[in-house]
């Protein structure tokens, strides 16, 4: 399955490093979403665009700063981490204007910050 | 406000049927959709429902009723590798809100 894909699988971290999560999808959608998993949580949502802009921050720290270069492309900027932020960070994307909006999930950054 | 419950864990014997149920309370509803995720992989769609009433794909069906805000994903003729979580979602006004899922365990 390559209809969503993310870079890096796994990324290792300090609390003092700057890194950058991408996202690309080769489905045609229009909206992109991220989304956090800690351990035996629900997914989170962090951030949603649509048509290129943000559309929706769940009072997500500044220190995540999501961007989106194109409608295919959505970034996720991390600086200054902390040891609880280290999760799975998914990117998702649908179609909004298709009866369901099926979102569609990348593999998954599995984050470790130190 | 918004709660999912669902059962956390449930076990099941290859070959078996098993029924996932789902509660809900949201801000709006415009449809449910199961999801299933292997551990440490991501989630896959699995059904979508936005009417009352029962979807069968194969070996999955999923039931909605939105009056009682209930749901239910059952799996037929369990196979080990449907061992994975399950998740409920909602989609409330503009988004979709997970539950924690439930863990299935397939046992010979």
């Known amino acids: 399955e390559t209809g969503v894909t993310q870079t890096p699988r796994h990324l290792v971290m300090g609390m003092t490093n700057k890194k950058s999560l991408k996202c690309e999808q080769h489905?045609?959608?229009?909206?992109m979403y991220w989304y956090k998993q800690s351990a035996k949580k629900p997914l989170e949502l962090m951030f949603v665009?649509?048509?290129?802009?943000?559309?929706e921050n769940n009072s997500v720290p500044s220190r995540f700063s999501p961007e989106c270069p194109n409608s295919s492309l959505l970034n996720l900027h991390l600086h200054a981490l902390q040891p609880e932020d280290s999760a799975l960070y998914l990117c998702?994307?649908?179609?909004?204007?298709?009866?369901?909006?099926?979102?569609?999930f990348g593999p998954g950054t599995r984050l470790l910050v130190l | 406000g918004q709660n999912i419950d669902q059962p956390t864990e449930m076990t099941a014997t290859e070959g078996a049927i098993v029924q996932i149920n789902c509660t809900y309370q949201?801000?709006?509803?415009?449809?449910l959709f199961w999801y299933q995720q292997h551990a440490g992989e991501a989630p896959t769609f699995l059904s979508y429902?936005?009417?009352?009433g029962l979807e069968e794909k194969g070996r999955f069906s999923s039931f909605l009723s939105r009056s009682k805000g209930y749901s239910y994903l059952l799996l037929k003729e369990l196979q080990m590798k449907d061992s994975a979580s399950y998740l409920c979602?909602?989609?409330?006004?503009?988004?979709?809100?997970f539950g924690a899922g439930t863990r299935l365990a397939v046992h010979p």
């Open positions: 489905l045609g959608h229009n909206a």
């Open positions: 665009y649509s048509l290129e802009e943000r559309v």
């Open positions: 429902n936005v009417l009352d």
């Open positions: 979602a909602p989609r409330g006004y503009n988004k979709l809100i």
């Open positions: 998702a994307s649908s179609q909004e204007d298709l009866a369901g909006e099926t979102q569609y």
């Open positions: 949201t801000s709006g509803f415009n449809g």
